[in-house]
């Protein structure tokens, strides 16, 4: 796969200016940067979820112009998403097979489909023994190989794996970064990994690119590169967006008595403030009747007088 030029804005805030990248075949790429820097914007470009405003998407030389998720899968370029897509309450297989039913007429042929997903997820060495168990119960780590299995078998030449071990233990991470060196060894599918965790980026990827003010500013083999050199990257970045945010902060002591200073009262409230006295003295009469007939109806309290309709 091969980008060019994409550029991609969200009203007055450009996501993605320049964005040229290249996948080679069989390829695993990590994808890095700091958070908001276009990384699933771009993802979901190249998989059809959004349009370019500008730019041109190459597969084996020829351009896609990408109508939606569905036409990018059909032309094998697949998505795990971080949410994953699986329906908590149907089994592994029905998941496995979701949107692409095994069926003998007119019933699904559920013995295939747990036969298929069984043999599926064993070839890729993820350990589920029973495939008739719903998703609900099964671990993170389990449920991304799943996800991850499903685009495997349905024929996706191009995975697109956004943030796959995300909130995930060392145990579940290792399952899926032993599953992507499994995809690796095999050589069918390229995949681009959006991953914060660098040590797991430079375990598992033979490239990497960094997205940085939404251009790719970096691409190294990961045999040329470090944790420390990545890191220091992203530190660099940090530290310039903060002096840029700080030179264009014109600090301002206490808003609050500032504000109260600079600003006059209102009219209103001086012509209130200043009639208050008046209001004092005329309701003082009205205050002390009310106060009388308190006190009197206390010390003689009287039965409530009901109308002919026995309404008081
Ligand atoms: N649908 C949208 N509408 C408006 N703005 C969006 C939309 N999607 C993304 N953005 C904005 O585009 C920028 C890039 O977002 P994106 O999610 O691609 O970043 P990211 O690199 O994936 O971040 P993170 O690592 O935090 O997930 C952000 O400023 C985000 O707020």
Partial sequence: ???????????????????????????????????GAGKSTL?????????????????NGEELVLRSVEHARSVGIDTVYQDL????????????????????WPLLNNRLMRRLA?????????????????VAKLSGGQRQAIAVARSVYSDARILLLDEPLAAMGAK???LILDLITDLKARGEVSIIIIAHNYAQVLQVCDRVN???HGAITFDKPTSETSQQELTDLMVAEYRAGRAARAANHHPTPSPLPRAAAATPLPRFCVASAS?????????????????ANGRALISNPRPFALDRRGFP
């Fill in 210 to 212: 960094v997205l940085q």
């Fill in 275 to 291: 009639l208050l006295p008046l209001f004092c003295v005329a309701s003082a009469p009205l205050l002390r009747r009310s106060r």
């Fill in 1 to 35: 796969m091969r980008v060019e030029g994409i550029a991609k804005r969200f009203g007055a805030l450009t996501a993605l200016r320049d964005v040229n990248l290249r996948l080679d075949k069989g390829e695993v790429l990590g994808l890095i940067g700091d958070n």
């Fill in 172 to 174: 579940e991470g290792s």
């Fill in 43 to 59: 993802i979901k470009i190249l998989c059809g979820f959004h349009r370019p405003d500008s730019g041109q998407i190459f597969v």
């Fill in 118 to 134: 069984k043999q599926q997820l064993d070839d890729m060495g993820v350990d589920i023994p029973d495939v008739s168990v719903e």
């Fill in 85 to 104: 897509a699986l329906v908590n309450e149907l089994s592994v297989y029905h998941n496995m097979f979701l949107n692409r039913e095994r069926v003998r």
